[in-house]
C-alpha cells in the first residue's frame, strides 16, 4: 500500500550544476501501468456505482448495497491511492509532507483493508442467499447491510488511525524521502495487522465458498429436502422452477440475485410464495405438475446439467478464491519478512507485492459486479451511451 524507491533505480543526469533524476526504462513502464491501472480501476467501479444509482432494481435489493460499498472502496483507491504512488515515483521522493503522508496512508490502509471485509461479507451473504431460501429476505435486510458495511469500515478507519497515533512517536519513516505507516516498523503490529486484514477474511472466503459450493451441489443432487414446516405449494413452485428455469422471472421469481450467486443455483431465495402468480404458468410455457404427481415431489435436473452446473460452481468459487490470496497474500508475507530482515526485500520486491494487493480494486467489479445479470445490463447502456457520441463522429 505504501512504497519507496532509492536512488539507485533512477539514472542521475547533471546539467548546469542541477541534479534530476530520470526514470528509468523499467520504472517508466511502472508508471505508465499504473496509470492505466488507475484509470481501469476508477472506470470499472464508476460504472458499478453509475448502475446502482440509475436502476431502481438495483436499489431495490439489500445486497447489492455490498457491490455498491466495494466499487466505492475501490473507486477511492484508484483516485487516490495509485495517483499519489506515481507522483512519488516521478519524483523520487516524497513531495507532500508529513501531514498528507499520514492521511494518504490512513486513507489508502482504510478503504483497502475494508474492501477486503466487504468481499468477506459477500462471501457470507451468498451462502445464505442459497441456504436460507424463502427466509433469506427477511433475514438480510437493507438496515442489516448498512450496519454490516458501517461496522467494518468503523473497524477499518479505527484500527489504523489508532496505530498511527500510538507509532506517531517512533520515527520509523522519514516524510521528507518516504511515506510509510510508522507501525510497519513493529513486529507486533504487522502481525496483528496481517491476522486481521487478511487471515481472518481469507478462512471466512475461502470457508464460505466451499460451504456454498458443497450446498449448492446437495441442492442440484435434490440431497436437501424442503423444510417440514414449508407447505406444499411452496415445494411445487420449486418443482416448477426446477424443471424450467429460464423462465424464473415470467413465475415472479426475480433472478438477479441468483445470478449474483453464480447465476444458476438457488430456487427459493428471491421471493416470498406470496410473490409468484400461479396462473402464469401458461404464459411462461411451464408446465404444471401433473395431476399424477404429488405436489410435493421433487423432480432432479439432468445428470448432464447437474455436472455442468457444478463444474461452473467450482470454477467460478476457485476464480474468486485464488484472485483474493494471489493479490493479499504475497504483500502479508513480504510485510513480516521486511520487519524481520529488511535486507531480504528489495525495493523492486516491495512494489511488486503492493501493486498486486491495488490490482485487486481493479478486478472486483469484473468478479462480483459482472456476476449480476441486472449490473451487466447496465453496464452494456452506460458504455453504449459512452461510445454513441464516437460513432456519430465516426
Known sequence: MDLHFEQSDYF?????????????VEDWIAFVGLWLASAFTITGNTLV??????????????????????????????????????MWR????????????????????????????????????????????LHYRDFQTRRRVLLQLFGTLLFSAVFHFVAIVVFEG???????????????????????????????????????????????RSRLSGSIETPQNASCENKRLNTLAK??????????????????????????????????????????????????????????????????????AATTLTILIVVFIICWLPYNIVAIIRNLSPELVSVRLWDLVNYLLWLNSAVNPVLYATTNVQFRKNFGELLEKLFKPLTWCA
Open 90 to 133: 516521478l519524483r523520487d521522493e516524497w513531495p507532500y509532507g508529513r501531514v498528507v503522508c499520514i492521511f494518504w496512508t490512513f486513507l489508502d490502509y482504510t478503504v483497502t483493508v475494508e474492501s477486503t471485509y466487504i468481499i468477506s461479507l459477500i462471501s457470507i451473504d451468498r451462502y445464505f442467499l442459497v441456504s436460507k431460501g
Open 243 to 312: 424443471r424450467n428455469p429460464e423462465n424464473l422471472n415470467h413465475v415472479g421469481l426475480s433472478t438477479s440475485e441468483e445470478s449474483s450467486t453464480l447465476e444458476t443455483f438457488d430456487l427459493e431465495a428471491s421471493a416470498k410464495p406470496s410473490d409468484i402468480d400461479i396462473r402464469s404458468d401458461k404464459q411462461s410455457n411451464v408446465q404444471p405438475v401433473k395431476k399424477s404427481e404429488s405436489p410435493c415431489c421433487q423432480v432432479r435436473p439432468k445428470r448432464s446439467n447437474k455436472q455442468k452446473s457444478s463444474k461452473k
Open 12 to 24: 542521475l543526469n547533471d546539467t548546469d550544476d542541477t541534479s534530476a533524476y530520470v526514470l528509468s
Open 170 to 216: 517512533s520515527e520509523h519513516v522519514d516524510f521528507d524521502e518516504e511515506c510509510e505507516l510508522n507501525g510497519l516498523g513493529a513486529l507486533a503490529y504487522v502481525v496483528l495487522a496481517v491476522i486481521l486484514e487478511f487471515i481472518i477474511p481469507m478462512l471466512i472466503v475461502c470457508g464460505f465458498n466451499l460451504m456454498l459450493y458443497i450446498r449448492i
Open 49 to 86: 456505482i453509475l448502475s446502482f444509482i440509475r436502476d431502481r432494481k438495483l436499489r431495490g435489493k439489500p445486497s447489492n448495497y455490498f457491490l455498491l460499498g466495494l466499487a466505492v472502496m475501490d473507486f477511492i483507491t484508484g483516485m487516490v491511492s495509485l495517483p499519489l504512488d506515481n
